[in-house]
């Protein structure tokens, strides 16, 4: 797996955004995930989108972090935000999930983010045990979703 830091909105990155949104929708029944974000969110030093690529060069998996600090939506100072963490369905049970999350975390803790933070929901049992048994715990609500019953935050220190 070659993984690779390219723009929130190139190509590849609309390609696989539009295909993790698509599966928000079947799971959620809601359009996606809602969350405003914009391309210079995950623009280092503030943040980073990384995608990996297979053996032929086809994108893979997805993922990005970007800054975020307290700002009266459950953040803390020093927080990263993971964002858009995706892996096709072909390529899933491979550990390229867990590869692309070990990438991420080190890099925000390169750019001297503190707590890595998410958020995902209940329709996503995977995602739930995959940062779990990364370290990820339960941490107070925050962002975008913050008031829906199914939304779950986890947080990993760095």
Request: with cysteine; aromatic share 10%; proline share 5%.
């Amino acid at each position: 797996m070659d993984i690779r830091r390219v723009s929130f909105d190139h190509p590849d990155a609309v390609k696989l955004n539009d295909q993790v949104q698509a599966e928000y929708h079947v799971r959620y029944g809601d359009g996606g995930d809602a969350t405003p974000l914009d391309p210079t969110d995950f623009e280092p030093p503030h943040g980073v989108y990384l995608i990996a690529y297979d053996e032929s060069d086809a994108p893979v998996a997805t993922g990005g972090w970007r800054t975020q600090d307290d700002n009266g939506e459950g953040n803390q100072d020093g927080d990263a935000e993971l964002k858009r963490m995706y892996v096709i369905d072909a390529m899933r049970g491979r550990g390229l999930a867990r590869r692309m999350l070990a990438a991420l975390e080190e890099d925000a803790r390169a750019a001297g983010r503190r707590r890595m933070v998410l958020e995902t929901g209940l329709e996503q049992p995977e995602a739930i045990a995959l940062y779990t048994s990364s370290g990820y715990e339960p941490c107070g609500k925050f962002g975008y979703y913050r008031f829906h019953e199914t939304s779950r935050c986890f947080a990993k220190q760095l």
